[in-house]
Each structure stands twice: as C-alpha cells, then as structure tokens.
C-alpha cells in the first residue's frame, strides 16, 4: 500500500523572467486545474456518442501566508506588467510545484506564462496571520515525471 501525499510534500516556486521570485513552503492551499473541454458528438446510424478533448489552458490558485516581502515584489512585477510600466512588457510568470512523495518519486506541474486576476491581501483580525490569494491563468502546462 502506498502512502498518499499531503500538503507538507509540496514546494511552489514563482520564477519571474527567468529569475525566482519566491520559494514558497508556506502555502495554505494549492489547486491546479487543468482546463479540458468535452467535445461531444453524435451522428446519425451509430448507437452511440463520439468524444473528444479539447485542452483550454491552465489555472492554479494559491492561498499564501505573508511571511517576508518577497511575495511583495512579484505582486508589484504583476501589476507593472499590467499596467504596461516595465521597459519589458514580455515578462513570463510561471509556477512550478513539486510533489515529493514519500517513495522519493518528484513529478513537476509547470504552469506557463500566468497571467493573474484581483490579489487580496487580507489580515481577517489582530491575531490572524496575513495571506495573499493569487488567481492565474495560462494557456501553458505541462507535469514531468521523474
């Protein structure tokens, strides 16, 4: 039987034109989606449907705890980007998640090219810690095996 991974086994890492915005372990929640749409089809003489997948890009939803200011940086990368203040509008966002189960497998999901909706920065109360929830969506994933 094997053992089923927890959230202690995984380590996000945000790199920003090629350059690690932040290495983070201390992530509340993780959710990757891959989006997929189902194609279904039905002609006439066949006694059942056909099917299809169509891939429509990635999604990855992260609830972080405000432990240093580098989370900071990425948020003002993100919101230069969109405003179009940087000389390099180009800039690549990505995730990298790395899952280590406790067999010593280490697969990857690659998230792409993010681009990222509303950043809430909350602090519910005085003795709550802060966290930033970050929303992406890119048309780019991949999970490598190891």
């Known amino acids: ?37 189902l194609v279904t089809r039905s002609y006439l003489g066949q006694t059942s449907d ?26 003002a990368l993100i919101t230069d980007r969109a405003q179009r203040r940087n000389a390099n509008s180009n800039i690549q966002i990505n995730i990298q998640a790395i899952l280590n189960f406790p067999n010593g497998d280490r697969p990857k999901i690659y998230g792409q090219d993010l681009f990222f909706a509303a950043i809430p920065l909350n ?6 810690y802060g966290t930033v929830k970050l929303d ?11």
């Open 50 to 75: 056909r099917y299809d997948e169509v891939f429509k890009g990635f999604k990855v939803s992260l609830e972080l705890n405000v432990e240093t200011q580098e989370i900071f940086s990425l948020i």
């Open 136 to 146: 992406g969506t890119g048309s780019t994933a991949r999970v490598v095996l190891s």
């Open 123 to 128: 602090f519910g109360s005085r003795t709550d």
């Open 1 to 37: 039987m094997s053992i089923p991974l927890k959230g202690q086994e995984v380590v996000v890492t945000i790199v920003a034109d090629g350059q690690i915005q932040a290495s983070i372990t201390d992530v509340k929640s993780a959710d990757f989606e891959f989006m997929l749409d």
